[in-house]
């Protein structure tokens, strides 16, 4: 647009824009495979797929399907897949070296190794152009929750440590229980460090609130044999198809559980009553009310 610093004769239709492209010249091993974004914003669980070629790194065709996702997924070590794009460009950024070649996978595959891996011949807009590229987002309940260990147990928002809303530690997230029974809810309770009882107290009244996640994570189921909270069988939401299902919980548990030393055995009291001349009558057994 001609004209001097400071004064033009310039309109909006003058406007320049541009387009920047990234890459990435690191060396890689061939078949490698990663998730790529421009954007430090981006989550490490999603972006473009990439795979290494020749020993560059090559965003994936636009044309892979739903099981091609699943798969890279599984591949990089996630559960599974939440969903997936087909013009990554426009959400991760532009790449400069754009494969003209596609994964299509099976829903049996688990490595792209097993996938069919086709050349698109029909138009080079249609793959190798800088939008064109296959994004994945794979299902990551840790991301943006508390680190915790696979088969954690915790209590929260109780009066008290031995009492509150049980959550589960599940993919490295914490999770609500959405069904607890007495053998599991005393497994919890050792898991915790109360090891002097072989039971708790249930509640499925909500007292100690709710959290609303969402999570493929169901519930911990426990059998009169098992002797460890790790014994026990996981059970989560079912995946239909490529993607992992999740859901909140209908009912979120709570727990209390005990320890001996609170009372004298054989002692009587009246609790939460007005005066203390009435309340609910309780004994101590074992130490506890």
Known sequence: CPGTLGSSNCNHYDDIAVRCYSRDLSSCINGQIRLWSAYNTTRSNEGVLQICKGGQWYSSCRYG?????????KQLGYEGLAYYKTNAGYYYGYYYLNDRYYYSCSSSATSLSQCSYIYYYYSTYKCGYYTKAFGVVCYDPSHGSAACDNGDVRLI??????????????????????QLDSTTASLMCKKLGYTQFKWGTVFDDERFGRSDISSNFNYVS????DTDLSECST?????TG???SSSVCTTE???QCYNPGDCSDGDVRLADGDIVQEGRPEVCIDGVW
């Open 253 to 255: 548990y709570g727990l």
């Open 242 to 244: 490529c993607y992992v």
């Open 157 to 178: 928002n109780g009066q008290t440590d031995n009492e509150g809303r049980v959550e589960y530690c599940y993919s490295g997230a914490w999770s609500p229980v959405c």
């Open 222 to 225: 426990c059998s009169s044999s």
């Open 65 to 73: 399907n739903c099981y091609t996702a699943k798969t890279a997924c």
């Open 235 to 239: 059970h989560n939401e079912v995946s």
